[in-house]
Structure formats: structure tokens, C-alpha cells
């Protein structure tokens, strides 16, 4: 069975080190908690075409922007739950539109371009926007997550991202964390997910902790990454 989510909420970004990461855990002790799932892998296929438009785009910070991903928690075997998501972001506020399907049926999709049936819109607009830009799976990126939420708001959540990787030659989800180190050992891409404006309490932690906002992609820094190595082995080969 198929179903349809769509989300709306601010997303606050933060990259830490050890030390803040434990400053973090150790303040929201108590009013915070470790979902069910505990520490999870995170398996994502990352859209694009060959011009890399819309990562390119993405890079320039403009007021709207787009991507296109596939996601499997956990194991990606051809049964698991995956997860086709258009996420786009406009004037600081995220939308995610995402229709949910086995992995075998997306693989199935992105190989023959037949929409699968499933109820509403939000099929339409990823099959749209793939066929507008000419998609194909660009990248692999995955990592391990620690997701929170507030025990009085259960819509306010923390993730906490390490092992955050990045693979090109190999896209299938099935190779795991194998690849590109995005981010240096023992450093932490911490979201802040909320509905509306940040509690009070969690921006004393921040401040008192002196941790601040940091604009950051997975698939963006992974580009750029991408991009270097290619030129410096285009450089090493003539």
C-alpha cells in the first residue's frame, strides 16, 4: 500500500563538533527524547540532470529552490519502504510533498518512466518535474541519524547526522556507507524541525552554548566535492 505526506516547517541547520554535540544531548536531556527507532541509517538517491541544474541552482541561495530525492530508512532491500520526496524551500520555509512505495516499484519507475498508481496529485508533480528536467538518479548519500523529539511538542525534533557520505559511481542504495566522507570524523549535522517559531528554552541552550545557524546541504557540500576531485583528476590525467 502506497501513501501520501506532505509537510511544512522551518528547518535551522547546524554543523558541531564532539564537545558541542555532548553540550547539546547533556541540555536537552529530560525534555527531549530518542524516537522509537533509536540511531538509524539513512539511504538517499539524489535527482539531477546533466547539467546539474538543479543543484547548481540550489548553490546560488535563491529565494526558491527545488531538489528530488529517494529514501529508504534503514536496510535497502528491494521490499523495504521507500520514500519519493519533492522537497522545496521558499523564503526560509521547507514544503515536502512525498508519496511512500516498496523499492523494487521505484526502482521500477526511474527505469521505465511508468507513473505507478497511486491516488492524488503528488505522483503527477514528481513524474512532472522529472520529465521537466530530464531527472536521473545523480547521487548516493547516506548517513546515520538520531532523531528527538519534545516530550510537550512532539512536532519540535532534533536530528543529529554523522558517517555522512557521498557516492557517484555507485548509486544503488543497496552498497550502503560506502564512499566520500562529506563531513570530518566526530562532526555532527544537527536540524532543528519546528512548526513555527524556536522555544525559548532551546535558544538559551544555543546561546549559552554558543552554537549558531549554519547554512548547509548534503547533496550541495557532496557536489562541490564531487566537482573538485573530478577537476583534480582531469588535471592529473593530461
Known amino acids: 500500500m502506497a501513501f501520501t505526506y506532505i509537510f511544512k516547517r ?5 554543523v558541531l563538533t564532539e564537545a558541542q554535540y555532548q553540550f547539546i544531548r547533556e541540555h536537552i536531556d529530560g525534555r527531549m527524547s530518542v524516537d522509537k527507532y533509536g540511531e538509524t541509517v ?3 538517491i539524489y535527482f539531477d540532470n546533466e547539467l546539474d541544474e538543479l543543484i547548481e541552482t540550489s548553490l546560488e541561495k535563491p529565494v526558491y529552490k527545488e531538489k528530488l530525492r529517494l529514501r529508504v530508512y534503514g536496510d535497502a532491500d528491494e521490499n523495504a519502504t521507500s520514500f519519493f520526496e519533492i522537497k522545496k524551500k521558499y523564503d526560509g520555509i521547507v514544503y515536502k510533498r512525498r508519496i ?3 523499492l523494487k516499484d521505484a526502482y521500477k519507475y526511474i527505469e521505465t518512466g511508468r507513473l505507478p498508481e497511486i491516488e492524488g496529485n503528488i505522483p503527477k508533480e514528481i513524474d512532472y518535474m522529472i520529465k521537466r528536467y530530464r531527472l536521473a ?3 548516493y548519500i547516506g548517513y546515520r541519524r538520531i532523531a528527538m523529539y519534545d516530550n510537550e511538542n ?3 525534533r532534533i536530528t543529529f547526522d554523522t558517517d ?3 557516492r557517484y559511481d555507485d548509486v544503488s542504495m543497496e552498497t550502503g556507507l560506502i564512499g566520500h566522507r562529506v563531513l570530518p570524523e566526530k562532526t555532527y549535522l544537527m536540524e532543528i524541525k519546528i512548526p513555527g517559531a524556536m522555544p525559548l528554552w532551546l535558544a538559551h541552550i544555543l546561546s549559552e552554548g554558543q552554537i549558531y ?3 548547509f546541504s548534503k547533496f550541495g557540500n557532496a557536489h562541490i566535492q ?3 576531485m573530478m577537476r583534480h583528476q582531469y588535471k592529473e590525467a593530461v
Not at 10 to 14: L, M, T
Request: hydrophobic letters at 30%.
Open 10 to 14: 522551518v528547518e535551522k541547520k547546524f
Open 42 to 44: 539513512i539511504n538517499n
Open 100 to 102: 511512500s512505495l516498496p
Open 137 to 139: 538518479p545523480k547521487a
Open 154 to 156: 512532539p512536532d519540535l
Open 164 to 166: 555522512i557520505t557521498s
Open 213 to 215: 545557524s549554519h547554512s
Open 226 to 228: 564531487h566537482q573538485f
